[in-house]
Structure formats: C-alpha cells, structure tokens
C-alpha cells in the first residue's frame, strides 16, 4: 500500500516509439503514486523537458533520433539537475550499458519488462537507490570477462581507501545482493550495511549502486562466474 499523503513520484517518459509512450503511460497512470508529467520523443527533448520541469525520474530509450539516451544521460547528469535516470533497452543494446552507466544512468530495464517490475523500478531509483535489470547485469558482466586484470593481481590502488570490510560489501553489492541480503550474509544488520555502503560510494567517488558493481568488475575485484 503506497502512502497517499507522499508526494508522487513525477516522470518523464522518453521514447521515439509514441505507441510505446501509451503504454507506459496507461501502466504508470493506474499507480496512485506515480504521476507522467510529460512526454518526450529524442533526447535533446528529454533534456528540455528535464531542466524546466525536473521530474524525479526520467525513464529514458537508448536509440533516439537527433540525441540518444546515453547523451541525453550525460547532459542531465552533467547539468546538476535533481533528476535520475533509469534507462530502458532492448535486449541486444549490450554495447550502450557501460556508456550509460558512466554517463550516470541509476538503472536499466529491458523494454519487455514486466509492468509490476517497471513500477517497481521508478520507485526504487526515485528513493535514491540504483536497478539493474539480472538479465542486463549478466551480459554486461559477460561483456567485461575478456578485459578483466588478473585477479591475482594486487588491488589496485582506487580501492585502498576502503577498509576490509567494505571492500567485502562491495564485493557482495557487485554480485547483485540487497543491503538485507548482505545483511544476513555477513551477520551483521542492515543499518550497519547501509552505512558501509554510503561510505564505499563517498570514498570512490560513486554515484550509486549501479556504478559501484561496474568499479568491482573492471578493477577485477569481482570476476564474472563461468
């Protein structure tokens, strides 16, 4: 049950496709909570639209004429807006999820996504937390196995700031857990999970969960399971 007394959550859809605008539409329009301020079909509206009405979360295509998503990512991110992104791909897009990623994206869904997960989603990234699709997440890391350093190797030096115990949060945050499943995993609570995690993005500088598990990867901290 969503709190009716909680601002809702305000969303801009972007997507060149305006029969898939409808339909996302029609999904978030029948949550008492989530509310589409506005539509846009290329990024350089997306963009527009962001700074003039600063929607909570943009939910945003990758392929769009004039400037795509990861662009469009970009220049929001880069322009300080108090806006997330959370990108939706198509299955075979696997070459744009790292641009994204670093561009500042919170997140990614595949476009055939259940609605409830989808709802779900916009919640999450709009309370500040990052979503990555398992199915994405795998063929990104699939993506990184062939230029992963030798995991052997000392830890580079971008991860002597963390102590041991966040290196091994970060380790479990990498390999796709919850702060409660981390929780229970180290025997510990999920406050104290929390915090080790605020200070794990604070120390390397990261925006969120999502460019915290690319770090643990391309560093080799975390290599992809055969």
């Known amino acids: 049950m969503t709190d009716r007394t909680a601002r809702p959550v305000r969303v801009l859809l972007v997507d060149d496709q305006p029969l898939l605008r409808t339909g996302f539409r029609m999904v978030l329009g029948a949550e008492e909570d989530l509310d589409v301020v506005a539509e846009a079909g290329d990024g350089v509206e997306a963009v527009d639209l962001s700074r003039r009405l600063l929607p909570d979360v943009v939910l945003m295509d990758i392929r769009m004429p004039r400037m795509d998503g990861v662009a469009a990512t970009r220049a929001i991110v880069d322009a300080r807006l108090p806006v997330r992104v959370l990108i939706l791909t198509t299955f075979d897009l696997d070459e744009y999820v790292v641009g994204a990623l670093r561009a500042g994206a919170s997140g990614f869904l595949a476009k055939d996504v259940p609605a409830e997960d989808l709802v779900t989603a916009i919640r999450t990234v709009a309370a500040g937390e990052a979503v990555v699709a398992p199915r994405i997440l795998k063929r990104l890391l699939d993506r990184f196995a062939d ?80």
């Open 147 to 226: 230029v992963l350093p030798d995991p052997s190797a000392a830890p580079p030096r971008s991860l002597a700031a963390l102590t041991e115990r966040e290196r091994e949060v970060l380790v479990q945050v990498a390999r796709g857990l919850s702060n409660s499943e981390i929780a229970a995993e180290l025997s510990v609570s999920e406050t104290t999970i929390k915090t080790h995690v605020g200070h794990v993005l604070t120390k390397l500088g990261l925006r969120d969960r999502v460019q915290a598990v690319v770090l643990a990867y391309e560093t080799g901290l975390v290599r992809p399971r055969g």
